[in-house]
């Protein structure tokens, strides 16, 4: 596992047996923002007009998309309950490397690395009102231990081009099953499968703008 100086400065991680970065080249930060805080969170926040959010992240990785949730949240009052799927937990020890802690308050990077590992296992309170759990699991043995469902869904997986099975309609129907109804699916990427998947699953579908280096990405809201 090699780190990578994005486009905006920020570092990301190469997986050599993937042959794929864990995020954008032209800007790791940039697309973490982009596609998933604005397109996705904030999106949802105006849509609904809510003080809690619910988010299921498929393929945890760094935390990148964690952190820069957390951090929003705590600085809008919202409560986060978060969870995160990720079938090959990254070491600490990269986790302390990726220099994620200049994007986020001091408070919320210590206790992510506080309770990294512990958060692997259990639920952790990581503030008053962030909380997260790593499920360490393929994305299709995924199950809520509860009947609670989200409001978003961040799908942070590997390109189809390296990992095909995970834009596949069997895995997107199950995450997809664990959404609410008027909850909001947010990728950085956008193909005539995965529109086709989507609405079939009973999404509407939208192409906005792509985060740089990419025009397009898919935003999708189920309607039922
Ligand atoms: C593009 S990276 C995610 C980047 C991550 N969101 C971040 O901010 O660092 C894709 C992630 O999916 C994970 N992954 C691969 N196969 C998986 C599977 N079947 N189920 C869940 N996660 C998987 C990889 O280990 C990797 O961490």
């Given at each position: 596992m090699q780190f990578v100086t994005t486009g905006d400065g920020s570092s990301t991680l190469y997986h050599p047996e993937v042959g794929e970065h864990y995020h954008s080249k032209h800007g790791a930060l940039k697309e973490s923002q982009h596609v998933f805080l604005r397109s996705g969170l904030e999106f949802f926040l105006r849509k609904e007009n809510k003080n809690e959010v619910a988010v299921l992240e498929v393929g945890f990785g760094t935390g990148l998309n964690f952190l820069l949730t957390s951090d929003y949240a705590d600085s809008q009052g919202v409560k986060l309950r978060y969870v995160g799927i990720e079938a090959y937990p990254l070491d600490e020890e990269i986790i302390l490397k990726?220099?994620?802690?200049?994007?986020?308050k001091q408070k919320i990077w210590s206790s992510f690395q506080h309770n990294y590992k512990k958060a692997q296992t259990q639920g952790v309170a990581?503030?008053?009102?962030v909380h997260l759990f790593i499920a360490h699991e393929k994305a299709l043995d995924f199950q809520t231990g509860d009947a609670r469902k989200f409001d978003i869904i961040y799908f942070d997986a590997f390109a189809a081009v390296h990992q095909p099975e995970m834009w596949a309609a069997e895995t997107l129907t199950h995450i997809c099953s664990f959404l609410r109804p008027g909850g909001v699916f947010v990728t950085y990427a956008i193909t005539g499968n995965l529109k086709r998947t989507m609405k079939a699953l009973g999404f509407a579908i939208e192409k906005a703008p792509g985060a740089p280096g990419k025009r397009e990405m898919l935003r999708a809201v189920k309607v039922s």
């Open positions: 990726t220099g994620y802690e200049n994007f986020v990581l503030t008053d009102s």
